[in-house]
C-alpha cells in the first residue's frame, strides 16, 4: 500500500512498507527527483535507517551480555508502518516494537516518520519515543537516492555535488564497511559527480551538528536537488560502484557505522543516541527541488 501527497506544486508517494519515500514529482516540470529502484543495481529507493545506521562490525552487538546479530542499517525499511495521520499534504508512519524487533534489538521504542509537501520540496521527521523505565540508544538516518541524470539527454557526470556551509566538512573514510575515524580529512566543498567518486563506498561528512546544505545540480539544464540540515551528525553521499545506477544518494545521519576498533558494547558505540525514559528525539531534513 502506498500514500499519496499533492499540493499545487509537487506529488509524492510514501510506501507504508519501510515508511519509504517512492516519488517526488513536480508538477510544473513533471521532472521525477526519486530513483525508480532497480535490483540490478540497487533494488531501493529511500530507505529508513534504524536502529542502526551502517554496518556493524561481524553484524553483531552486545546488550547486558547478550549478543544480538543485525544487518546493515537495521530492520525498519523492512517493516510495515502504521499510518497515524494523514491529510492531503502530510502523513505521520509509526511502528513501534515488538516480539519480532526484539529478537533483533531489545528496547521498547515508538518510531515515527513524518512527510509533509511544501512549495519546494518535502519536509521530513524523525520521532523516537522511548515508552520504558530504561534509556534506549539507537542510530538513525535517511537513504533517499536522487534521480541522476534527471533527464534522458543529460549523463551522470553532468551534475556536481556543492555543499553549502560557512566551514570545512571533516571526511571519514570506510574501511570494510566500517569507520576509520582517525583517518578523517578535512574535504574540498564542490566535487563533480563520476563513478570513480564511490569506488571506496560512500562519502562520509561529519557536520558537527551544525546547519549544513548539500545540492546536486545539473550543470547543463540547472535542474536539480537539495538537503537540508540544521543538527545532523554526519552526511553520507553513494552511488553504486562500478556498477552504472543512475542515482546519488544523500543521506542525512544520526548515527555511523562501527569503528574499526569497536569493542561490540552498543551502549558505548561511537556516535549512538541515548534517550531516557519518556523522553523524545525529534529531528529533520528538508528536500528542496528546483
Same mark, same amino acid.
Given at each position: ?6 499540493? %499545487? +506544486?509537487? @506529488? ?29 543495481? #540497487?533494488?531501493? $529507493?529511500?530507505?529508513?535507517l534504524f536502529p542502526i545506521v551502517g554496518r556493524l562490525? *561481524?553484524?553483531? +552487538? $552486545?546488550?547486558?551480555?547478550?549478543? +544480538?546479530?543485525?544487518? &546493515?542499517?537495521?530492520?525498519?525499511? %523492512?517493516? *510495515?508502518?502504521?499510518?497515524?495521520? $494523514?491529510?492531503?499534504?502530510? @502523513? ?8 519480532? /524487533? =526484539? ?24 520521532? @523516537? ?14 537513504h533517499p537516492a536522487f534521480k541522476t541524470p534527471l ?5 551522470? /557526470? ?23 575515524? %582517525? ?15 564511490? =569506488? %571506496? *563506498?560512500?562519502?562520509?561528512? *561529519?557536520?558537527? $551538528? =551544525? ?13 536539480? @536537488? /537539495? ?10 553521499? #553513494?552511488?553504486? +560502484?562500478? =556498477?552504472?545506477? &543512475? ?32 523522553? /523524545? ?10
Amino acid at each position: 500500500m502506498a500514500v499519496f501527497l499533492e499540493n %499545487d +506544486y509537487l @506529488v509524492a508517494t510514501i510506501k507504508e512498507h519501510g515508511a519509504e519515500l517512492a516519488s517526488l514529482r513536480s508538477k510544473e516540470t513533471g521532472l521525477e527527483y526519486i530513483w525508480a529502484g532497480d535490483a540490478k543495481y #540497487w533494488g531501493r $529507493q529511500a530507505p529508513v535507517l534504524f536502529p542502526i545506521v551502517g554496518r556493524l562490525k *561481524d553484524d553483531q +552487538y $552486545q546488550v547486558a551480555g547478550k549478543t +544480538y546479530h543485525l544487518g &546493515q542499517h537495521g530492520f525498519a525499511r %523492512d517493516r *510495515d508502518f502504521a499510518i497515524r495521520e $494523514q491529510t492531503a499534504t502530510k @502523513v505521520v508512519l509509526e511502528l513501534k516494537a515488538d516480539e519480532a /524487533s =526484539k529478537e533483533l534489538y531489545p528496547f521498547d521504542f515508538c518510531l515515527q516518520l513524518s512527510y509533509e509537501l511544501t512549495a519546494s520540496g518535502l519536509v521530513v521527521g524523525y520521532r @523516537v519515543d522511548n515508552p520504558s523505565q530504561e534509556p534506549i540508544y539507537f542510530g538513525i538516518g535517511g537513504h533517499p537516492a536522487f534521480k541522476t541524470p534527471l533527464t534522458p539527454k543529460e549523463s551522470f /557526470s553532468d551534475y556536481e555535488l556543492t555543499f553549502s556551509a560557512d566551514y570545512r566538512l571533516p571526511k571519514i573514510p570506510l574501511t570494510n564497511g566500517l569507520t576509520d575515524i %582517525d583517518s578523517a580529512r578535512l574535504s574540498a566543498p564542490t566535487a563533480t559527480i563520476s563513478r570513480e567518486l564511490f =569506488k %571506496d *563506498d560512500a562519502l562520509i561528512y *561529519d557536520l558537527e $551538528q =551544525k546547519p549544513a546544505k548539500v545540492s546536486l545540480t545539473s550543470k547543463t539544464s540547472g535542474h536539480g @536537488v /537539495s538537503l537540508s540540515v540544521t543538527d545532523a551528525k554526519f552526511m553520507g553521499i #553513494w552511488s553504486t +560502484y562500478p =556498477k552504472e545506477g &543512475q542515482f546519488v544518494c544523500l543521506e542525512p545521519w544520526w548515527g555511523l557505522a562501527d569503528t574499526t576498533d569497536s569493542n561490540g558494547d552498543f551502549t558505548q558505540k561511537y556516535a549512538i543516541n541515548r534517550l531516557d525514559k519518556a523522553a /523524545s528525539f525529534n529531528h529533520q531534513y528538508e528536500i528542496t527541488v528546483f
